[in-house]
């Protein structure tokens, strides 16, 4: 399961250019199990299992990352930009970055320290105020192999390091798309539909199309979550905390969560001896804000891998907490359908 995350992640995918990491997905499972990929880009595939349950299940994650766009270029060669995802803009300053299909190397650059007011050093630049530099020599040259609307992706190794620790970028949801892929290896003990999403970043969009296409009665989405335990934030505003299990929302700004799929989670956790949480926080949303309101609605719960640094290119989590996510949606996945 370790390869298929870090095979993932060093993939690019930002919403609504998934092709590399559908084409990936696609040759895992096209020979385990039945698929389509709808007009949208999602993939829909149906693993059979032992038995056919009188509900419909619906597992999900989504293939996007967040990432940037090219929006013009400058008469010195330089590159404005602006995000595809919700990104600060503080956490890309200096990073490096790949440009376009080709992989163009490229770096985030600011204004100098030297040319900022006092204010100005006091707040956060906007994404407007930032550029990429590519080396190019000006406009006309910069012109030969950068246009408007190519894509930039996040350039970063993905390393184990610490206690236990990963780093890198888009394990944003690429680490639910790799739980997917391990749980469609295995004979489910019922027939699962596992769907991967696009554009999941930019507004729920992929889960809106399949949610309506495969109709289900329940679902488990299987996401990443802020993780702010870091020295200085106290109570709710820590919203969960890496190495202390998967995260089961209540509630978000998107989605009212079923309450008895929620207290299964937890019952089932301690049930399977592993740790579990809730985020202390109504905040953020996932597909679950598509999904549980398709067609006649859809009973819903999500179980998220606690993540520090969210949307941006280090990302960090727990290998035991995504072992763990992976233990309890599979003990779920048989629970509900009981």
């Not at 770096?107 to 906007?126: M, T, Y």
């Not at 930039?152 to 394990?171: M, P």
């Not at 989590?317 to 996510?325: C, E, F, R, V």
Request: with cysteine.
């Amino acid at each position: 399961m370790n390869d298929y995350l870090k095979e993932l992640c060093l993939l690019n995918g930002v919403s609504g250019n998934e092709e590399n990491v559908r084409s990936y997905i696609i040759d895992k499972i096209k020979n385990i199990c039945t698929y389509s990929v709808d007009n949208l880009g999602n993939i829909i595939a149906c693993r059979k299992g032992r038995k056919t349950a009188d509900k419909k299940l619906m597992i999900s994650a989504h293939m996007d990352e967040v990432g940037l766009i090219v929006t013009s270029v400058r008469n010195d060669g330089t590159l404005t930009f602006d995000a595809v995802g919700g990104i600060d803009s503080a956490v890309i300053i200096g990073k490096k970055v790949k440009i376009g299909s080709d992989g163009l190397n490229g770096v985030v650059g600011s204004k100098a320290v030297h040319k900022l007011s006092a204010k100005q050093r006091d707040e956060a630049p906007e994404i407007s105020d930032l550029y990429i530099d590519f080396g190019a020599a000006d406009k006309k040259d910069a012109e030969k192999y950068v246009n408007i609307g190519d894509y930039v992706y996040f350039d970063s190794e993905y390393i184990e390091f610490g206690d236990n620790r990963i780093k890198s970028k888009a394990i944003d949801d690429r680490a639910g798309c790799a739980i997917m892929l391990s749980l469609i290896e295995e004979e489910p003990e019922y027939d699962t539909w596992f769907i991967f999403n696009v554009q999941e970043e930019i507004g729920l969009r992929g889960a809106t199309v399949s949610a309506y296409t495969v109709s289900p009665d329940i679902a488990i989405v299987i996401e990443t979550t802020t993780a702010a335990d870091i020295d200085g934030a106290c109570g709710a505003d820590r919203v969960c905390e890496v190495g202390k299990g998967p995260v089961v929302s209540f509630m978000d700004r998107s989605t009212m969560y079923d309450r008895e799929l929620f207290k299964t989670a937890f019952s089932l956790a301690d049930e399977i001896n592993i740790p579990c949480q809730t985020k202390s926080m109504i905040a953020g949303g996932n597909d679950s804000g598509a999904i549980h309101i398709s067609g006649s609605g859809v009973r819903t719960i999500a179980v998220s891998l606690p993540c520090r640094y969210l949307h941006s290119p280090s990302c960090v989590i727990s290998a035991k907490d995504y072992n763990d996510t992976y233990s309890l949606v599979k003990a779920l996945m048989k629970k509900v359908l009981d």
